[in-house]
């Protein structure tokens, strides 16, 4: 079992910054690939990034190649989001999500566990 939780959302301008962080319970999180996923109103939750269990890999979505970089930090059980030079399509709740599995991470029933979700804004 994983608990995940979401940090770091909030409201922005466009062009700015924001580092979501996602705290994980347990002692197995390197066993666990993660990734970002989000939300807008009224569409249904894509894939924005995921990781591989130690770090080295990394892949996005093309929506936000070159703006977004995930990480990870397996001994303090985080992974992040840096996200810059956002724009107001950006705006969503952002989730994370764990899974046991090594393929198809860019879809959402991949993942076993997920966060609550944190608030992004980017106003224009």
């Not at 962080?21 to 999180?29: L, M, N, V």
């Not at 990480?71 to 303090?76: E, F, G, L």
């Not at 999500?97 to 224009?124: E, H, K």
Request: charged residues 20%; contains cysteine; proline residues 2%.
């Amino acid at each position: 079992q994983v608990q995940l939780v979401e940090s770091g959302g909030g409201l922005v301008q466009t062009g700015g910054s924001l580092r979501l962080s996602c705290a994980a319970s347990g002692r197995t999180f390197s066993t666990y690939a993660m990734g970002w996923f989000r939300q807008a109103p009224g569409k249904e939750r894509e894939f924005v990034a995921h990781i591989s269990r130690g770090g080295s890999r990394t892949y996005y979505a093309d929506s936000v190649k070159g703006r977004f970089t995930i990480s990870r930090d397996n001994a303090k059980n985080t992974v992040y989001l840096e996200m810059n030079s956002l724009k107001p399509e950006d705006t969503a709740v952002y989730y994370c999500a764990a899974t046991p599995r090594i393929y198809d991470l860019g879809y959402v029933g991949q993942y076993d566990y997920w966060g609550q979700g944190t608030q992004v804004t980017v106003s224009s």
